[in-house]
């Protein structure tokens, strides 16, 4: 059987390779598909997913606003801040209001972190846009005033003295009474037709349980992408953002995510949007 290729985009992260390490591995049956893996960070992904570059990839939520009609969200794969989140840091004590006054690093103006900022802070903030593993650096270093981080930095910043300002998801669960805030998703293109869409959901499924199921198989392979995290921390971060929601967004997810649309739309950060459109298959 001539194989298809489906290039599946993620980041380099250890969430992401956690959950796609049964499919990086052999460990599961990948049928008629020869999967490339293509590893960019997720601002990257984002404009990727805007020409439709790839047949599957993790997006932010924030983007997904952008490319309903050309791909559907799947529902396994997501990454929610239940009660915690992309955080806003500083090099000295800041309160909320003072970021009114600040330039905040920010990972990409699509990202899930940056939406979530704007609907906190209720206005326009000034932002410079630098990848996200040197964002850290760029606060600690007094290139800007604040950084908002994504990935491994929501345990790491401590390490560099770097003071919270807010967590972004502890405020959304305040916010809207418990809701998770939606981060990531993976997404799978609409052309390549509904029965190829859920097997490829499928597929992305029973990789995300097996890491489950084989987590300290999974959390060794997810460990090469861990800058600076030790077993430990990488376990809590896998832990956090790898779990019954990644398996399956269910009622609660989906909420979350309607939710926080619905929030971008109303204060005009979002262009009116179709309904949520899922794949099947899980």
Excluded at 45 to 55: C, F, K, P, S, V
Excluded at 190 to 204: F, K, N, S, V, Y
Aim: charged residues 25%; hydrophobic residues 45%; glycine residues 14%.
């Amino acid at each position: 059987m001539q194989q298809r290729t489906i290039r599946i985009g993620h980041s380099p992260d250890p969430d992401d390779a956690f959950m796609f390490y049964a499919v990086a591995a052999g460990k599961v049956d990948c049928g008629e598909f020869r999967i490339e893996q293509v590893l960019e960070g997720i601002e990257g992904l984002n404009r990727r997913a805007l020409a439709g570059e790839l047949e599957v990839s993790a997006v932010s939520i924030h983007a997904w606003a952008h490319l309903a009609g050309r791909y559907a969200l799947m529902p396994c794969g997501a990454s929610m801040g239940d009660g915690y989140g992309p955080c806003v840091v500083a090099r000295r004590a800041l309160e909320a209001r003072d970021l009114v006054r600040a330039v905040v690093a920010v990972p990409g103006t699509l990202t899930s972190a940056y939406l979530a900022l704007r609907l906190f802070a209720g206005h326009e903030l000034r932002h410079e846009v630098v990848p996200f593993d040197r964002i850290l650096d760029a606060v600690a270093e007094g290139r800007v005033d604040a950084g908002l981080i994504i990935h491994e930095g929501q345990l790491t910043y401590g390490r560099r003295g770097l003071h919270l300002v807010v967590d972004l998801g502890a405020w959304w669960a305040e916010h809207t009474a418990g809701l998770p805030l939606p981060l990531g998703g993976n997404v799978v293109r609409q052309d390549l037709g509904p029965e190829t869409m859920a097997r490829l959901t499928r597929l992305l499924g029973a990789s995300i349980d097996y890491g489950l199921e084989h987590r300290d198989e999974a959390l060794d392979y997810a460990l090469r992408f861990g800058r600076g995290l030790d077993r430990g921390l990488a376990d809590r971060f896998v832990g956090m953002y790898v779990n019954e929601l990644t398996r399956d967004l269910g009622e609660r997810g989906r909420r979350g995510i309607e939710r926080f649309l619905g929030e971008g739309r109303r204060a005009g950060l979002l262009p009116p949007g179709a309904p949520l459109a899922f794949a099947a298959g899980r």
